[in-house]
Every structure is written in structure tokens, then in C-alpha cells.
């Protein structure tokens, strides 16, 4: 295809990771989602390690989402080895995973998304004529950092959550500071969807597509171990190897997501669509006035249902923080020392499968699926569909296409660290 | 005049930049510097001529050593921030290993558009004038090595062992009373023991100590007396610093007999 | 909380300890919030909760009985103090004012005299001295 015009970012912005993308310009329009971020290989350097120690190593996948890469390792060890943890830890986990996800939200729609929405490249120049909403956007991330550290010991490499449980647990007295700061922060979370609903979507990226998520134990969670499809099929996630496949492209050092075959979609606008019905509370409230914004077929309602989540999110955490009464008990020990084991659980970004297999203690295999490597595919789709409509209804600058194809990226919330990781084909 | 700094990550897991933008005052502390380049948190800015750049990540692609090299060639203090900058992370433990051989284990005979390596840290392709260690660095060191540079001064390394930290803080010793192997005796502080405070013993994320210290060494023999293995032991430190070039001498020396 | 008081010093060495037992014995005999730092005054950075005054107390080489400074008076001693120690804490000071939104209006340094890092020459009297002089200035 001769190429009329380029539209190029080697090194997109305002993203977690390094990539860029290469929208080409001729008799057709074809976007590429060049994923430059290094190979880390750490599905190879687990191998052979402790358990607890592979866990630890794994959190080093990403910071953004360090938990989730601690905790669902963690859940497959303990379903490899058959340990049964206590409902206190289940809880706890739990709270831990929320102030994870409201602190990766946070980030990402007031340090990333905000700027492009009001006209800024970064969140410095947007505090000097927007100092309320970057004070807000900073509340809401320090809630979800304080309880990350108070749980997991710190927000980043959380070395306190242990298969089995925690090394300590965190006393009463923390519990009733979390609920005082979630209780300042749920008003500026429910601003926060009403800065997402003053916006339009880009009908250009408007595309019907599947959605997975999570069939959660316990209403709108982040755990549980089947996937749900938006096509209705669900399957356990033991086979998620037959549903979910990696392919390998030569300008990706991340490999990307198909669902039968087909590209998809995961994350919050997913989740909502398929579990729209298990979200109680103010966020319900929410989600009935403002039903026309979440729309399944178009990615921009990925930042709306972030927001919607931040609100449902601190909603349960004063709940759980507020029902708590902590009590003293010890983790739990293995029992056996070889297994296998699956864990699926929903990081900010999506759908997040480990596959472990242990030996003797020791880990001898392991596979790990990120939602960003899913959603790649897609996610090049919408940018080159993007492209495509403001090309053809007669828009030709350049930066303005390059700045619009951004949004639609941003809008993922790719976490292109977490994309990169290998495994054995 | 305020001090140009650059912010960037090669390959690496982005916590010690989220460290960075974590800071409790940032704003204020932001005062000091001009940020010229930060692409995680800014679209405008580039790689440019900067005071001082602040590198995170290891080196594990070709582009990762070109940008290395740019970053170098137009600082004039570049500081390797985190342990993938310092050693290599925990990919880092690759090291000696084929990367054809991995790459063909995990991509077949695909081909990739970019090249990738083994990750190693910074000071393998460029000069490095300071180390901040962590994994993720502490937001103190972090304001620390910010604010001395700010005042025109310079920053110091810690220079003893997380076991100062875990006595001063009344810590139960873990390696001594439960008998696990934890790294503090090995180990560079400045995380205050957190993990020994946790009840989880030390996993040596922020790098080997990288000095003889006088009393370090009789921790240290606490291993052995405990009747741990030289290859448990040093496969441990391994994890985050396998690529610490004394490795061996420290770990013989930490096991050595007793005349 | 109106007071902050910080004590400087290090687990083992000589002279060096003065700042140790005084907190480790005031502990106990005063409500005010107090945090033993180790030499790192630094360290305030990340323990600091916006105390209206704060009182430092440290070894200080070169003083012949101990010492009350109060806010500019500190800077003054750095010409007559040896020991990179109380340089140190001089330094952080300066780098804590540099990046911290907020800082103690009211600061003050008790100095106790130090002669050497090898055995310790202070006794007894000079603790209860120094308890009773961090005692009458926060009243």
C-alpha cells in the first residue's frame, strides 16, 4: 500500500510502559501498537525458586499493579498446595485489592486522562488553572496508597501479604483511619464520574465486541474462578487456555489476546457490562442516572466505568473497614509441598490469570496472562478506527488525528510492563 | 537558578518513577527543579540536556541502550535509580544465560522487529554518578538526593546493613530466633527493616551491601551457626543481586572457616 | 500536637550514646511525642506531623557543659562545633526547610557535651541535667 501519510509516537506519553504507535495512511488505514517495552522473562526466572519467594518476584511485573501480582500468585500457590486461608484474610485481601485498584484509577484518570480532556500535556500544567482537581485526584490516590501500606506493608511491592496470609495483621486503630479517609474521599470520587459524563464519545471507535470479566464469589469482587464472556459462554478458568489464546507479532515484545479467535476486551467498562447487576450502593445510583454513558461498544466508557468503580469501591471499603474487628491469628501452613494450581482475579486493567505448578516447593512452571497483553488487539483496532473516521470526515492534521488516536489508547489504561513477560510457547 | 532534571525508566517495573510522583509534597518540592522530560507523567519534553537525569530500569532491549546513551550523552550527573538500574532487577538473574536460547524458548522461530537482552544494569554501557537503591526506593531518599542536589550539595549512600535499622527499631532478629534466612545483615538500608517488621523475613530488594562493614560480618556468620547453606544463602542474595561483581568474594567470606 | 522532640545519636559509640539514653529514660517521664533518629536528622522528614516546635537534642564535640539554642542561635555554633556529626544535622536541617511544606516555627538544640567516640565520658548528672532542661523548656 503506498502510504500517503504517517502518523508516528515512538514513545506515547502519560501511559505505564514504553510503546508507541504507527497509524498508516493510504488506499486503506492501518494503526500498529508497537510494543518496545523489554522482555523481563518472568515466567523463566521463577522457575526453580521457593514459592513464596517466586510470589514476591512476580509483584515485580508492575508497580501500578503490584498487588494484584502478589495476591493472585499467591491464590494459585494456595490452590496448588491446598492451603485454605481464613475468611479474616479473604477479607482482608480483599481490601487490600480495592485500594489497589481505587489508587491505579486515580492515577490514571486525573495524571493521565484529565490533561488531554481539558487541553494539557501533564498534570503539572493542568494543577495551575485546575488546583481543586489535582488536590482531589491526589486524595483519592493516597487513600488507595495508605491502604495498600497499612495491609500490604507498603503500596508498592506489598511484602506483607504471604501465601497463607499476612506477616502481620494490621490493628483496630488502622482500620478507623481508613474509614475516616474513604469517608473525606467518596464525595470526590462521585465529582469524579461527573467530569467523565460532561464528555461525549467519539462515535468513531463506536464497535460491538466481547467483554470478559470475572464471576465474582461475593458481589462486584475481584475474585472468583470463573470467566464470563459477554457472548454468555463461561468457562472455569482451569481452561483458559482453550478460550484464551497468545499470539506472537513481530513489533510486539508483548504477545496479545484473542478470545476465540477474536479480539477482545477486559477491564472496568467490562466488568460493568457484564456485572452491572451486583453493584449496589451510591454507585448504583450512579450507573441508573447515567446509563447512556456506559456504553459496551465504545472503549471511552473505560474511563467512566473507572470512576463508577472508584465510587463502588470506597463504598465497600468503609463497609469492610467499619464491620472489621480484627483478630489475632496465625497464617496458614502448606500442607503439601507439590500441586497445581489456577488463580484469576480482576487488576485495575482486567482479567489477570496465573497458572503455577509446584514441585518439592519449588515452582516448576508458570504461565501469567495480563489484561493489557488482552486487550492489545483491540485496542489497536480502536486506534486505527479512530484514525480512520477523523480521516475520512475530512479532518487531516496530523497532531490533531495523533493527539484524538492517544485518547483512545489512554483510555485502556495500558500497562505495558505487565504486557511483557514470557513464557514457554 | 533552577536545576533542569530528567526523568525516565529503560525496562523496569515504573515504581521507583511512581515513587517519585508519590511525593507527599510534591508540588513544593517540584519548585526546585525544571522537569524537562518525564514521558510517564508528560507529553511535552523529550530527551534533552538536563543537570541531572534519573534513570530507572534496566538495559533490555537495543533501544533501552540507545536511549541510555542519549540520556548520558546530554546529562551531566546521571543517577541509576532502583535495583534494575543498579543490578540488573530481578531480571537481571538471566544473566550468563543465552538470550537466543530463551528467546527462541518463549517466541519458536518468530522473528521481532526490535532487539531484545538479558537485562543488565546501567554503569555496563555508561558512566553512573550515583546510586539511589530501593525496590522501590523510600520517598525520604528520594526528597534526600533531590534536596542535596537542589542545595548544590551531594548526596550520600547509606553505608551499613538493614540490621542497624531492625536493632534501632527493637525488632525480633528473624534469622536468629526463627531461624529463616533473612538478608538484613547483607543487605543495604534505608527501608527502615520494614519486612522484619512485617514478621517477613528480608529478601535483599534493595541491593548488597556494597562495603565491608565491622560488625556486619558477625551477623552475617549468624547463617552459617544456623546451619544454612552457602548455595541457599547465596542464590537468595541472587535475586536482586546477582549482578553485584563481589557477590562471590562476600558470600565466601560471610561462610569462611573460622581459624 | 504542639512539641516534637527528636533525639540524634547512635546505638554504640562513645559519647555518641548520650542522645540514646535520654530518650530511652524521658520516655517515660514526659507526654510529649518524642522519636530517636538515629545520625540521620533527616529521617524527621518522614516522621514529622506538623508539631508547632520542635527541640533537637544531640551530642555536640567541643562544649564544655550543655548547651540551650534556640532557632538562628543553631546556625551560629557551626564555626565552633567540631564533628561532622552536628554538621550533618546542621545540613538536613537546611535540605528538610528546602522541601517540606510545613516546619516547626520554634526550634531548639540541646547540645551535650562530647569528647570522644570511642568510651563514653558523660555520666549521670549530665542526663538528669539534660532531662531537666528539655523539661523546662517545653514547660
Given at each position: 500500500m503506498k502510504i500517503e501519510r504517517q502518523i508516528r509516537n515512538d514513545h506515547l506519553a502519560r501511559i505505564e510502559g514504553k510503546a508507541g504507535v504507527i497509524v498508516e495512511i493510504g488506499e486503506e488505514i492501518n494503526a500498529r501498537i508497537n510494543v518496545t517495552e523489554g522482555p523481563r522473562f518472568f515466567e523463566v526466572i521463577t522457575k526453580g525458586k521457593r514459592y513464596d519467594d517466586a510470589a514476591a518476584i512476580c509483584s515485580?511485573?508492575?508497580?501500578?499493579?503490584?498487588?494484584?501480582?502478589?495476591?493472585?500468585?499467591?491464590?494459585?500457590?494456595?490452590?496448588?498446595?491446598?492451603i485454605e486461608v481464613s475468611e479474616q484474610t479473604k477479607l482482608l485481601r480483599q481490601m487490600l485489592y480495592f485500594g489497589n485498584i481505587i489508587e491505579s484509577h486515580a492515577l490514571h484518570l486525573y495524571l493521565f486522562a484529565m490533561p488531554d480532556y481539558l487541553g494539557y500535556p501533564d498534570a503539572f500544567s493542568m494543577a495551575k488553572e485546575y488546583p481543586d482537581l489535582i488536590k482531589n485526584g491526589m486524595e483519592l490516590k493516597n487513600l488507595g496508597a495508605a491502604i495498600q501500606s497499612i495491609l500490604g506493608g507498603r503500596e508498592i511491592h506489598p511484602e506483607n501479604a504471604i501465601v497463607g496470609g499476612f506477616g502481620k495483621l494490621p490493628e483496630q486503630k488502622e482500620m478507623e483511619k481508613i474509614v475516616e479517609m474513604a469517608r473525606n474521599a467518596l464525595n470526590i470520587a462521585v465529582s469524579t464520574v461527573d467530569f467523565f459524563a460532561e464528555y461525549d464519545y467519539p462515535s468513531y471507535v463506536d464497535l460491538p465486541r466481547n467483554h470478559l470479566a470475572i464471576k465474582p464469589y461475593n458481589g462486584y469482587g475481584v475474585f472468583g474462578n470463573e470467566i464470563v464472556a459477554s457472548d454468555n459462554f463461561s468457562f472455569d478458568v482451569s481452561s483458559y487456555a482453550e478460550y484464551i489464546e497468545e499470539e506472537v507479532v513481530s513489533y510486539s515484545f508483548a504477545k496479545r489476546g484473542k478470545y476465540k479467535g477474536k479480539p477482545f476486551m477486559v477491564g472496568a467498562l467490562s466488568r460493568i457490562v457484564i456485572n452491572k447487576k451486583l453493584i449496589d450502593g451510591r454507585a448504583k445510583e450512579i450507573i441508573d442516572g447515567y446509563k447512556k454513558f456506559l456504553r459496551a461498544e465504545n472503549s471511552f466508557a473505560n474511563n467512566f466505568s473507572q470512576a463508577i468503580e472508584l465510587v463502588y469501591f470506597i463504598e465497600k471499603i468503609i463497609e469492610m473497614a467499619e464491620g472489621i474487628k480484627i483478630r489475632k491469628e496465625e497464617r496458614i501452613e502448606a500442607k503439601e509441598k507439590s500441586g497445581k494450581g489456577y488463580a484469576v482475579t480482576e487488576a485495575p486493567r482486567g482479567l489477570l490469570i496465573y497458572e503455577i505448578e509446584i514441585e518439592n516447593d519449588i515452582i516448576k512452571y508458570m504461565n501469567v496472562i495480563t489484561p493489557t497483553a488482552m486487550f492489545l488487539p483491540m485496542m489497536e483496532i480502536d486506534a486505527k478506527n479512530m484514525a480512520k473516521g477523523l480521516w475520512e470526515n475530512g479532518y487531516k492534521d496530523i497532531d490533531l488525528i495523533g493527539k484524538k488516536v492517544e485518547m483512545v489508547i489512554r483510555a485502556y489504561d495500558p500497562c505495558i510492563s505487565c504486557s511483557v513477560h514470557m513464557i514457554k510457547l | 537558578m533552577k536545576l533542569k532534571i530528567g526523568i525516565h525508566a529503560l525496562t523496569s517495573c515504573y515504581g521507583c518513577q511512581l515513587k517519585i510522583a508519590s511525593i507527599k509534597d510534591l508540588l513544593k518540592v517540584a519548585e526546585n527543579f525544571d522537569v524537562e522530560y518525564?514521558?510517564?507523567?508528560?507529553?511535552?519534553?523529550?530527551?534533552?540536556?538536563?543537570?541531572?537525569?534519573?534513570?530507572?530500569?534496566?538495559?533490555?532491549?537495543?533501544?533501552?541502550?540507545?536511549?541510555l546513551k542519549k540520556i548520558r550523552e546530554n546529562a551531566d550527573i546521571l543517577v541509576a535509580v532502583g535495583s534494575?538500574?543498579?543490578?540488573g532487577g530481578v531480571q537481571g538473574m538471566l544473566i550468563g544465560e543465552e538470550y537466543k536460547e530463551i528467546f527462541k524458548e518463549v517466541y519458536g522461530e518468530n522473528k521481532m522487529d526490535y532487539e531484545g537482552k538479558i537485562g543488565e544494569p546501567l554503569k555496563n554501557y555508561v558512566k553512573v554518578d550515583y546510586n539511589l537503591p530501593g525496590c522501590p526506593p523510600e520517598e525520604e531518599e528520594i526528597v534526600y538526593y533531590l534536596a542535596c542536589f537542589a542545595l548544590g550539595s551531594y548526596p550520600e549512600e547509606k553505608d551499613y546493613p538493614v540490621c542497624a535499622e531492625c536493632r534501632r527499631n527493637g525488632f525480633p532478629c528473624i534469622l536468629i530466633e526463627k531461624n529463616q534466612p533473612c538478608l538484613g545483615p547483607l543487605t543495604i538500608a534505608g527501608c527502615d527493616a520494614r519486612c522484619p517488621g512485617y514478621n517477613?523475613?528480608?529478601?535483599?530488594?534493595?541491593?548488597?551491601?556494597?562495603?565491608?562493614?565491622?560488625?556486619?560480618?558477625?551477623?552475617?556468620?549468624?547463617?552459617?551457626?544456623?546451619?544454612?547453606?552457602?548455595?541457599?544463602?547465596k542464590a537468595r542474595m541472587e535475586i536482586f543481586g546477582k549482578q553485584y561483581e563481589k557477590m562471590e568474594e562476600m558470600i565466601e567470606k560471610v561462610f569462611e572457616n573460622e581459624d | 500536637m504542639k512539641w516534637l522532640i527528636v533525639f540524634l545519636g547512635s546505638g554504640i559509640a562513645g559519647d555518641d550514646t548520650a542522645g540514646y539514653e535520654i530518650y530511652m529514660k524521658i520516655k517515660n517521664e514526659i507526654k510529649e511525642r518524642i522519636a530517636f533518629l538515629g545520625t540521620d536528622l533527616f529521617r524527621l522528614y518522614g516522621i514529622y506531623e506538623g508539631e508547632e516546635k520542635m527541640i533537637i537534642v544531640d551530642a555536640i564535640y567541643g562544649a564544655e557543659d550543655i548547651i540551650h539554642l534556640k532557632n538562628d542561635e543553631i546556625f551560629s555554633i557551626e564555626d565552633r562545633s567540631t564533628g561532622a556529626h552536628f554538621l550533618a544535622a546542621m545540613e538536613a536541617l537546611k535540605i528538610l526547610k528546602l522541601v517540606m511544606k510545613k516546619f516547626p516555627q520554634e526550634i531548639h538544640l540541646i547540645g551535650i557535651p562530647a569528647k570522644s567516640f570511642e568510651e563514653i565520658t558523660y555520666n549521670e548528672e549530665t542526663i538528669k541535667k539534660a532531662i531537666k532542661e528539655i523539661k523546662k523548656i517545653i514547660g
Amino acid at each position: 500500500m503506498k502510504i500517503e501519510r504517517q502518523i508516528r509516537n515512538d514513545h506515547l506519553a502519560r501511559i505505564e510502559g514504553k510503546a508507541g504507535v504507527i497509524v498508516e495512511i493510504g488506499e486503506e488505514i492501518n494503526a500498529r501498537i508497537n510494543v518496545t517495552e523489554g522482555p523481563r522473562f518472568f515466567e523463566v526466572i521463577t522457575k526453580g525458586k521457593r514459592y513464596d519467594d517466586a510470589a514476591a518476584i512476580c509483584s515485580r511485573i508492575c508497580s501500578f499493579c503490584s498487588i494484584p501480582h502478589k495476591i493472585t500468585p499467591i491464590e494459585a500457590i494456595e490452590n496448588a498446595l491446598g492451603i485454605e486461608v481464613s475468611e479474616q484474610t479473604k477479607l482482608l485481601r480483599q481490601m487490600l485489592y480495592f485500594g489497589n485498584i481505587i489508587e491505579s484509577h486515580a492515577l490514571h484518570l486525573y495524571l493521565f486522562a484529565m490533561p488531554d480532556y481539558l487541553g494539557y500535556p501533564d498534570a503539572f500544567s493542568m494543577a495551575k488553572e485546575y488546583p481543586d482537581l489535582i488536590k482531589n485526584g491526589m486524595e483519592l490516590k493516597n487513600l488507595g496508597a495508605a491502604i495498600q501500606s497499612i495491609l500490604g506493608g507498603r503500596e508498592i511491592h506489598p511484602e506483607n501479604a504471604i501465601v497463607g496470609g499476612f506477616g502481620k495483621l494490621p490493628e483496630q486503630k488502622e482500620m478507623e483511619k481508613i474509614v475516616e479517609m474513604a469517608r473525606n474521599a467518596l464525595n470526590i470520587a462521585v465529582s469524579t464520574v461527573d467530569f467523565f459524563a460532561e464528555y461525549d464519545y467519539p462515535s468513531y471507535v463506536d464497535l460491538p465486541r466481547n467483554h470478559l470479566a470475572i464471576k465474582p464469589y461475593n458481589g462486584y469482587g475481584v475474585f472468583g474462578n470463573e470467566i464470563v464472556a459477554s457472548d454468555n459462554f463461561s468457562f472455569d478458568v482451569s481452561s483458559y487456555a482453550e478460550y484464551i489464546e497468545e499470539e506472537v507479532v513481530s513489533y510486539s515484545f508483548a504477545k496479545r489476546g484473542k478470545y476465540k479467535g477474536k479480539p477482545f476486551m477486559v477491564g472496568a467498562l467490562s466488568r460493568i457490562v457484564i456485572n452491572k447487576k451486583l453493584i449496589d450502593g451510591r454507585a448504583k445510583e450512579i450507573i441508573d442516572g447515567y446509563k447512556k454513558f456506559l456504553r459496551a461498544e465504545n472503549s471511552f466508557a473505560n474511563n467512566f466505568s473507572q470512576a463508577i468503580e472508584l465510587v463502588y469501591f470506597i463504598e465497600k471499603i468503609i463497609e469492610m473497614a467499619e464491620g472489621i474487628k480484627i483478630r489475632k491469628e496465625e497464617r496458614i501452613e502448606a500442607k503439601e509441598k507439590s500441586g497445581k494450581g489456577y488463580a484469576v482475579t480482576e487488576a485495575p486493567r482486567g482479567l489477570l490469570i496465573y497458572e503455577i505448578e509446584i514441585e518439592n516447593d519449588i515452582i516448576k512452571y508458570m504461565n501469567v496472562i495480563t489484561p493489557t497483553a488482552m486487550f492489545l488487539p483491540m485496542m489497536e483496532i480502536d486506534a486505527k478506527n479512530m484514525a480512520k473516521g477523523l480521516w475520512e470526515n475530512g479532518y487531516k492534521d496530523i497532531d490533531l488525528i495523533g493527539k484524538k488516536v492517544e485518547m483512545v489508547i489512554r483510555a485502556y489504561d495500558p500497562c505495558i510492563s505487565c504486557s511483557v513477560h514470557m513464557i514457554k510457547l | 537558578m533552577k536545576l533542569k532534571i530528567g526523568i525516565h525508566a529503560l525496562t523496569s517495573c515504573y515504581g521507583c518513577q511512581l515513587k517519585i510522583a508519590s511525593i507527599k509534597d510534591l508540588l513544593k518540592v517540584a519548585e526546585n527543579f525544571d522537569v524537562e522530560y518525564w514521558y510517564m507523567m508528560s507529553s511535552s519534553g523529550k530527551i534533552k540536556h538536563v543537570d541531572i537525569a534519573f534513570v530507572e530500569g534496566s538495559v533490555s532491549s537495543k533501544q533501552d541502550e540507545e536511549e541510555l546513551k542519549k540520556i548520558r550523552e546530554n546529562a551531566d550527573i546521571l543517577v541509576a535509580v532502583g535495583s534494575c538500574a543498579i543490578y540488573g532487577g530481578v531480571q537481571g538473574m538471566l544473566i550468563g544465560e543465552e538470550y537466543k536460547e530463551i528467546f527462541k524458548e518463549v517466541y519458536g522461530e518468530n522473528k521481532m522487529d526490535y532487539e531484545g537482552k538479558i537485562g543488565e544494569p546501567l554503569k555496563n554501557y555508561v558512566k553512573v554518578d550515583y546510586n539511589l537503591p530501593g525496590c522501590p526506593p523510600e520517598e525520604e531518599e528520594i526528597v534526600y538526593y533531590l534536596a542535596c542536589f537542589a542545595l548544590g550539595s551531594y548526596p550520600e549512600e547509606k553505608d551499613y546493613p538493614v540490621c542497624a535499622e531492625c536493632r534501632r527499631n527493637g525488632f525480633p532478629c528473624i534469622l536468629i530466633e526463627k531461624n529463616q534466612p533473612c538478608l538484613g545483615p547483607l543487605t543495604i538500608a534505608g527501608c527502615d527493616a520494614r519486612c522484619p517488621g512485617y514478621n517477613v523475613a528480608c529478601i535483599g530488594c534493595r541491593g548488597p551491601l556494597p562495603y565491608n562493614i565491622a560488625w556486619f560480618d558477625s551477623l552475617a556468620k549468624a547463617f552459617k551457626e544456623k546451619g544454612m547453606k552457602k548455595e541457599e544463602i547465596k542464590a537468595r542474595m541472587e535475586i536482586f543481586g546477582k549482578q553485584y561483581e563481589k557477590m562471590e568474594e562476600m558470600i565466601e567470606k560471610v561462610f569462611e572457616n573460622e581459624d | 500536637m504542639k512539641w516534637l522532640i527528636v533525639f540524634l545519636g547512635s546505638g554504640i559509640a562513645g559519647d555518641d550514646t548520650a542522645g540514646y539514653e535520654i530518650y530511652m529514660k524521658i520516655k517515660n517521664e514526659i507526654k510529649e511525642r518524642i522519636a530517636f533518629l538515629g545520625t540521620d536528622l533527616f529521617r524527621l522528614y518522614g516522621i514529622y506531623e506538623g508539631e508547632e516546635k520542635m527541640i533537637i537534642v544531640d551530642a555536640i564535640y567541643g562544649a564544655e557543659d550543655i548547651i540551650h539554642l534556640k532557632n538562628d542561635e543553631i546556625f551560629s555554633i557551626e564555626d565552633r562545633s567540631t564533628g561532622a556529626h552536628f554538621l550533618a544535622a546542621m545540613e538536613a536541617l537546611k535540605i528538610l526547610k528546602l522541601v517540606m511544606k510545613k516546619f516547626p516555627q520554634e526550634i531548639h538544640l540541646i547540645g551535650i557535651p562530647a569528647k570522644s567516640f570511642e568510651e563514653i565520658t558523660y555520666n549521670e548528672e549530665t542526663i538528669k541535667k539534660a532531662i531537666k532542661e528539655i523539661k523546662k523548656i517545653i514547660g
